[in-house]
């Protein structure tokens, strides 16, 4: 199996790679490759697990509906 070098990786994307690894519970190589896969269109996207994670950050997200009582007391207050 090949190996890749990537020189210049920007922090920000470094740290975001991070923190994806360990949310998927993968190595930082893992995830690369998974990503790398997705992009190439070589690893299909598994819709059940995206909407699954999905809900759960939409339950974890507590916030109200938006009414029309609640828009006009939005733009009354934006007024001066």
Known sequence: MASLTIKGLPDELLDRLR??????????N???????????????RDAEAI????DAVRTGVRLKPVTAAFIQRARKRGRP
């Open 30 to 44: 893992q995830e690369v490759i998974v990503r790398l896969e997705e992009a190439a269109g070589l690893r299909p």
């Open 19 to 28: 923190r994806s690894a360990e949310a998927n519970r993968r190595s930082l």
């Open 51 to 54: 909407l699954a994670r999905l």
